[in-house]
């Protein structure tokens, strides 16, 4: 995956760092969980509940994505590339 150069600031930075915050102990707890000898069946519990929470933060960055960098480009007659853009991250979210 190639990483842009492009920057842009986030309008909900801190919920994202906050959710983000929850996930990094889920994943160290997963990682006791698995050193513990737990049950399989507890740690895929909480694997999915990560993932869950990993497609939220992933939803709301599209979402803002969407409503400032899409619609700023598209006012900026930028929309086409801007739109496939975010046409290929979804197909990469999405396999």
Do not use: F, W
């Not at 069946?41 to 979402?63: G, T």
């Amino acid at each position: 995956m190639q990483e842009s150069t492009k920057k842009t600031i986030q309008p909900n930075k801190q919920q994202l760092l906050n959710r983000l915050k929850r996930v990094e102990g889920q994943v160290r707890g997963i990682h006791q969980m698995i050193e513990n000898d737990r049950y399989c069946v507890d740690i895929l519990h909480q694997i999915s509940a990560v993932q869950s929470a990993m497609n939220k933060v992933s939803l709301a960055l599209l979402e803002d994505h969407t409503k400032h960098c899409v619609v700023n480009a598209i006012k900026e007659q930028n929309g086409e590339g801007a739109i496939k853009e975010l046409m290929d991250v979804m197909k990469t979210m999405t396999k």
